[in-house]
């Protein structure tokens, strides 16, 4: 039997964590042997009871910044006692600090293969102060360690490279989704929540932190018609401070705040239009899960992934400046990133032309197939088991 071995920080709620579990789903049903090392004990994605999982501590995810950071070398510690006790010759890890530790773990003298999957623009570290400033440094030092570095979109290659260059060996490989367990999941019955055939339902998901511009969305409402209310699904440190708003602007009946739900697909499929509003990402699955329940996308032109999603055809450098308005991209609307008024001007063009709406609800299911999880991890397949490396 085949065996593969991954490192990740826990399966904790996030959209990383929720393709790595697609990932390895996917490869227990085609009979790999597959082990999970944790760094830490959070697990709100389940994994196939086949796969064997080990813990490198009882860290629960919730401890400080500055601990995680300590605990960097001591976890490279476990896991090279770990490789060397179980004679693992190759470890793709994913996530930064899983990254961290994969690639210090060889430093301390482990013998074996790193692959490295890079979830996210490391770009934005230049924004983040302190900690910013550690995670490049860790990022510019060690990278270059890894024998493989897997991105997941190529505007993140670019991004990277125009920082670091790096020399590592460098492929691209977007995320897997299984779109016919998505649209199973889509049917199942809501009972948290009633939806008025009266209303429009715009629908956000995601962690309600800066970085997602959670409040653009909220700003938008109040110029939309009172029929449309918003969706957000996730939960994050902004939630009060979304919240004040809402009621600020007298929005409070309007905004439904639904928190993390295990089955987002179902609330989507029963929306009218998906709403994303990042500053940054890095390959956007809410995207591709929301075009798999049938929405039509109306995304920010965001560094990375979007445009890559929506306008594959186009120059994924370009990125829309405020003021340059919307584009009506093969897939979906782009807008530029905190462009209130072009994201209205996106939701009314959509609202008010119904043949548009539809013309992108068939865009969206056409376009997802080309993610699906059998072809992704064929991808993955190969270079797990050493065969030729492709994007």
Same mark, same amino acid.
């Given at each position: 039997?085949?065996?593969?071995?991954?490192?990740?920080?826990?399966?904790?709620?996030?959209?990383?964590?929720?393709?790595?579990?697609?990932?390895?789903?996917?490869?227990?049903?085609?009979?790999?042997?597959?082990?999970?090392?944790?760094?830490?004990?959070?697990?709100?994605?389940?994994?196939?009871?086949?796969?064997?999982?080990?813990?490198?501590?009882?860290?629960?995810?919730?401890?400080?910044?500055?601990?995680?950071?300590?605990?960097?070398?001591?976890?490279?510690?476990?896991?090279?006692?770990?490789?060397?006790?179980?004679?693992?010759?190759?470890?793709?890890?994913?996530?930064?600090?899983?990254?961290?530790?994969?690639?210090?773990?060889?430093?301390?003298?482990?013998?074996?293969?790193?692959?490295?999957?890079?979830?996210?623009?490391?770009?934005?570290?230049?924004?983040?102060?302190?900690?910013?400033?550690?995670?490049?440094?860790?990022?510019?030092?060690?990278?270059?360690?890894?024998?493989?570095?897997?991105?997941?979109?190529?505007?993140?290659?670019?991004?990277?490279?125009?920082?670091?260059?790096?020399?590592?060996?460098?492929?691209?490989?977007?995320?897997?989704?299984?779109?016919?367990?998505?649209?199973?999941?889509?049917?199942?019955?809501?009972?948290?929540?009633?939806?008025?055939?009266?209303?429009?339902?715009?629908?956000?998901? &995601?962690? #309600?932190?800066?970085?997602?511009?959670? *409040?653009? !969305?909220?700003? %938008?409402? =109040?110029? @939309?018609?009172?029929?449309? $209310?918003?969706?957000?699904?996730?939960?994050?440190?902004?939630?009060?401070?979304?919240?004040?708003?809402?009621?600020?602007?007298?929005?409070?009946?309007?905004?439904?705040?639904?928190?993390?739900?295990?089955?987002?697909?179902?609330?989507?499929?029963?929306?009218?239009?998906?709403?994303?509003?990042?500053?940054?990402?890095?390959?956007?699955?809410?995207?591709?899960?929301?075009?798999?329940?049938?929405?039509?996308?109306?995304?920010?032109?965001?560094?990375?992934?979007?445009?890559?999603?929506?306008?594959?055809?186009?120059?994924?450098?370009?990125?829309?400046?405020?003021?340059?308005?919307?584009?009506?991209?093969?897939? &979906?609307? #782009?807008?530029?990133?905190?462009?209130? *008024?072009? !994201?209205?001007? %996106?939701? =009314?063009? @959509?609202?008010?032309?119904? $043949?548009?709406?539809?013309?992108?609800?068939?865009?969206?299911?056409?376009?997802?197939?080309?993610?699906?999880?059998?072809?992704?991890?064929?991808?993955?397949?190969?270079?797990?088991?050493?065969?030729?490396?492709?994007?």
């Amino acid at each position: 039997m085949r065996k593969v071995t991954f490192l990740v920080n826990s399966f904790s709620f996030g959209g990383a964590e929720r393709v790595l579990s697609v990932i390895v789903s996917e490869l227990v049903k085609q009979k790999y042997e597959v082990e999970v090392i944790s760094l830490e004990r959070n697990e709100f994605y389940q994994l196939p009871k086949e796969v064997k999982k080990t813990y490198l501590s009882d860290f629960t995810g919730k401890e400080s910044g500055l601990k995680k950071l300590l605990y960097l070398p001591i976890f490279a510690w476990k896991l090279k006692k770990c490789i060397k006790s179980n004679n693992i010759r190759l470890v793709q890890s994913h996530l930064y600090r899983a990254n961290y530790v994969n690639l210090l773990a060889k430093l301390f003298g482990a013998n074996h293969k790193t692959q490295i999957v890079n979830a996210g623009v490391i770009s934005r570290y230049k924004k983040e102060g302190l900690v910013g400033k550690i995670n490049l440094f860790l990022i510019k030092k060690l990278y270059p360690k890894a024998d493989l570095i897997i991105w997941k979109s190529k505007g993140m290659q670019i991004d990277a490279n125009r920082l670091f260059n790096f020399y590592a060996k460098q492929i691209v490989i977007n995320n897997p989704y299984d779109i016919k367990k998505i649209q199973n999941l889509a049917k199942e019955e809501i009972k948290d929540f009633k939806f008025d055939k009266s209303k429009i339902y715009l629908i956000s998901v &995601g962690r #309600l932190i800066s970085l997602k511009r959670n *409040e653009d !969305l909220i700003q %938008a409402l =109040k110029f @939309l018609d009172e029929r449309v $209310e918003v969706l957000f699904l996730g939960d994050g440190e902004k939630k009060e401070y979304l919240k004040k708003l809402v009621k600020d602007l007298n929005l409070g009946k309007r905004v439904h705040f639904l928190g993390n739900v295990s089955n987002p697909f179902k609330y989507l499929a029963k929306s009218n239009i998906f709403i994303h509003t990042s500053e940054t990402e890095g390959f956007p699955n809410v995207l591709i899960e929301a075009m798999a329940c049938g929405l039509p996308v109306i995304s920010s032109d965001c560094l990375s992934g979007p445009r890559e999603i929506l306008a594959p055809d186009t120059d994924i450098t370009k990125q829309l400046k405020k003021g340059d308005g919307l584009e009506e991209a093969k897939y &979906g609307i #782009l807008f530029p990133v905190g462009d209130i *008024e072009a !994201l209205v001007d %996106a939701i =009314k063009m @959509l609202l008010n032309n119904k $043949e548009k709406l539809e013309y992108y609800k068939n865009q969206s299911l056409k376009r997802c197939k080309d993610f699906s999880v059998e072809k992704i991890v064929n991808q993955y397949k190969k270079v797990l088991l050493n065969e030729e490396d492709s994007n």
